[in-house]
């Protein structure tokens, strides 16, 4: 009872921190829609997301992932998906660039506190989360693989209905949905901590550190970054960095994967939710993140940096 009773307080808690986000996005995106800007949006970013074989829309979820949350991304994909009729290489790919590019305002100011420039992590973003939607994209279609529809049937009727009320009655539950998602999330949290996963993923990340280039003494920095994200363990992160006498090089390098791979767990489980494989946004996207900052780190070998204690 007494954990029945904490489980309903932190799930309550995450969901009104997630509809904060999520609902103001969903009616700014209706909005967008029913007024047609969303078709003007969609002649301006639909060129460059066809590159990565995503319909205009998934341009609008993107970009709503960006500018607030994983949680904006995913209110601007609960309205538009109906419309946008995805199969499952396409949401796995949208789900990866979100994954990859998100709460850049937010997550990039920790980066930035934390002794990692702001502009260029972003950067870093975005051209890492394109770039891997054009590989993905071109290898799911060369080999013909993921083609069936996305399995998002928990999505109530009614979010295409141009009748505002049933718009909103159709939001309202697929909120509720949302609401006891979040539970089996927690719960499966609870029982990775509980069976000792989370020590096992910071001794496995130990080897990782030579190929990032970053020493293994860095491995729970990295850590509570991947599994707890950077806006919930910033202050650790931030922490954790004061305390290291380290190079500017692998203080960057390290941030660096950081913000395109972090909080595996929790939202690799929430795409889930909406039918992205997890060898897409999990696996190959987690070696994908592994060899740009290998690559970076190769390049920027070129410029040694003298050891330094982090102000």
């Known amino acids: 009872m007494i ?4 489980l309903s307080s932190r799930t309550w808690l995450t969901a009104m ?30 060129p460059v997301m066809s590159l990565v074989g995503l319909p205009p829309e998934a341009g609008i979820v993107w970009a709503a992932s960006m500018l607030s949350s994983t949680y904006g991304g995913i209110g601007a994909l609960i309205t538009l998906a109906p419309q946008m009729d995805l199969n499952i290489g396409q949401i796995s790919v949208l789900s990866a660039m979100i994954l990859f ?13 934390a002794g990692a420039n702001f502009f260029t992590t972003s950067i870093i973003r975005i051209l890492v989360a394109f770039a891997f939607g ?14 069936a529809p996305a399995n998002i049937s928990w999505a109530p009727d009614g979010l295409n209905s141009d009748n505002w009320l049933d718009w909103s009655i159709a939001t309202a539950k697929s909120l ?10 927690l719960i499966i949290l609870d029982v990775i901590e509980r069976i000792g996963l989370n020590a096992i993923i910071t001794k496995a ?58 909080a595996v767990i ?3 489980l929430l795409f889930l939710a909406f039918g992205a494989d997890i060898w897409v946004i999990l696996v190959f996207r987690g ?17 040694p940096e003298p050891v330094a204690k982090t102000a």
């Open 3 to 6: 954990y029945l009773k904490s």
């Open 17 to 46: 921190t997630m509809f904060k986000i999520m609902l103001p996005i969903m009616i700014l995106v209706r909005f967008l829609d029913q007024f047609g800007f969303s078709e003007s949006i969609g002649e301006f970013i639909g």
């Open 101 to 113: 590019a998100h709460a850049l305002l937010i997550e990039q100011a920790i980066v930035h506190k």
């Open 134 to 147: 054009l590989i993905a994209n071109f290898v799911i279609t060369y080999l013909s693989v993921l083609q």
């Open 176 to 185: 509720l949905i949302m609401l006891v998602i979040i539970m089996a999330l």
């Open 205 to 262: 990340l130990a080897p990782l550190h030579s190929v990032i280039g970053v020493r293994a003494e860095m491995a729970p920095l990295t850590a509570v970054g991947l599994l707890m994200g950077l806006a919930f363990g910033g202050g650790l992160i931030i922490q954790q960095v004061k305390e290291l006498a380290i190079s500017k090089r692998e203080l960057f390098l390290s941030l660096s994967f950081l913000s395109i791979f972090h």
């Open 266 to 268: 929790e939202d690799t």
């Open 287 to 303: 070696i994908f993140a592994v060899i740009v900052i290998a690559i970076l780190a190769r390049v920027l070998a070129f410029w």
